[in-house]
C-alpha cells in the first residue's frame, strides 16, 4: 500500500473518530426514535476524541507504548467537561493518592475492574499503528485497555475495536465483503461474549434487520460488549458510505458518541480522509491538530519499517 493512500486511511480514522464522536454527543442518552433526524454538527467531541488523542499522543512522543506515560497523558489531558465516565477519573484520583498506575484500575468495581467502552473508544490509534501485525496490536490494546478498563470484557472490547480497524486499513473496498470483515474479527476473538455478538451481527446483516431488532440483539449501552459490536454492525451495514455509517450509529441512541466514535474510526479507515464530508471536518475541533497526530503515526509506523 503506497504511502499517500495509507496517510489518507490513518487521517480518516483519526478524523472518522473524532466526527463520529461530535455527531452523537448532543444524542447521547436519547432513545432511537428521537434521533431520527441528522443531529446539528457543531464540532464539538467528547471524552471519546480527547482520549484517543492522549494514546496518540503518547504512542508518537514515546516511540511505542508505555503505560506510565500514557496514564499521564490521560491525566495531563483531562477535562472534566467532555463527559467521562465515572472509570477514568476515579483510576486519576486514586493515582494522585498514591496507587500504583499499573494496578489502580483493578480496584475498581469490586475488584472486578470495568467492562465498559471507555478502551475500545480510543483503539483506533492502537489499531493504526500495529494494523500489520496483530499480535502486537492485540498485546498494546489490552495493556492499554488496563490502564483504566481492567475487567476482560472491557479488555477484549478494546482489542476488537483495534483490528476492525486494522483490518479496514487493510481493505480495498473494491473487494470488501462485510461478513468476511465480521468473520475474521469473530476469529481473533479469545472471548465467547464477542465471537457470539459478531455472529449475531453477521445474521442481521442477512436479515436486513430494522434498527429496534439492532439494538435488542447488539445493545447500544456503555458495556464494550454492547456497543463495540454495534459499532463493527453499523460499519459493516453501511460500509459504502462514511457518512451513511455514522449517521446510522448515532440514530441508534443510547451511547450514541462513542459508538459514532467507533464506527467513525473504522469507516476512516476504510474510506480515508477525502471521504468524510469536508464540512464536518471543518467544523471538528482540534481537526488540523488530530490530522497531524495521524500523520506522526503514520511517520512511527514506516520508521519501524
Not at 464540532?43 to 480527547?50: F, N
Not at 498514591?98 to 475492574?113: H, N, P, Y
Amino acid at each position: 500500500m503506497d504511502r499517500s493512500l495509507l496517510r489518507s486511511k490513518f487521517r480518516g480514522s483519526m478524523l472518522g473518530t473524532g466526527v463520529g464522536d461530535a455527531l452523537g454527543r448532543p444524542v447521547e442518552g436519547c432513545a432511537p426514535r428521537l434521533v431520527e433526524e441528522p443531529p446539528e454538527f457543531d464540532g464539538r467531541y467528547t471524552d471519546d476524541t480527547e482520549m484517543t488523542i492522549g494514546v496518540a499522543e503518547s504512542l508518537v512522543e514515546v516511540g511505542g507504548f508505555d503505560g506510565e506515560h500514557m496514564i499521564k497523558t490521560f491525566m495531563r489531558n483531562y477535562d472534566p467537561k467532555r463527559g467521562y465516565g465515572p472509570g477514568p477519573p476515579a483510576v486519576f484520583r486514586l493515582i494522585e493518592l498514591g496507587e500504583r498506575w499499573d494496578t489502580a484500575s483493578m480496584i475498581l468495581f469490586g475488584g472486578r475492574g470495568s467492562f465498559g467502552n471507555g478502551a475500545a473508544m480510543r483503539a483506533a490509534p492502537v489499531g493504526l499503528l500495529y494494523f500489520d501485525e496483530p499480535e502486537e496490536l492485540r498485546r498494546v490494546a489490552e495493556r492499554s485497555s488496563l490502564l483504566t478498563h481492567a475487567h476482560p470484557l472491557g479488555v477484549e472490547g478494546a482489542v476488537i475495536q483495534a483490528y476492525a480497524v486494522a483490518l479496514a486499513v487493510k481493505t480495498n473496498p473494491s473487494s470488501f465483503d462485510p461478513r468476511d470483515f465480521l468473520e475474521e474479527l469473530e476469529s481473533f476473538s479469545r472471548e465467547e461474549v464477542y465471537r457470539e455478538a459478531l455472529r449475531d451481527a453477521a445474521r442481521l446483516l442477512n436479515e436486513k434487520a430494522d434498527k429496534k431488532k439492532v439494538i435488542s440483539r447488539l445493545g447500544n449501552g456503555v458495556e464494550a460488549f454492547r456497543s463495540v459490536p454495534t459499532a463493527v454492525y453499523c460499519f459493516a451495514a453501511n460500509a459504502e458510505s462514511f457518512e451513511k455509517a455514522v449517521l446510522y450509529a448515532v440514530s441508534l441512541g443510547g451511547d450514541a458518541d462513542t459508538i459514532g466514535a467507533m464506527a467513525g474510526a473504522i469507516s476512516g479507515a476504510y474510506h480515508g480522509e477525502d471521504k468524510i464530508p469536508v464540512e464536518w471536518v471543518k467544523r471538528l475541533e482540534k481537526a488540523e491538530y488530530i490530522a497531524l497526530l495521524a500523520d506522526k503515526l503514520l511517520e512511527l509506523k514506516l520508521k519501524e519499517k
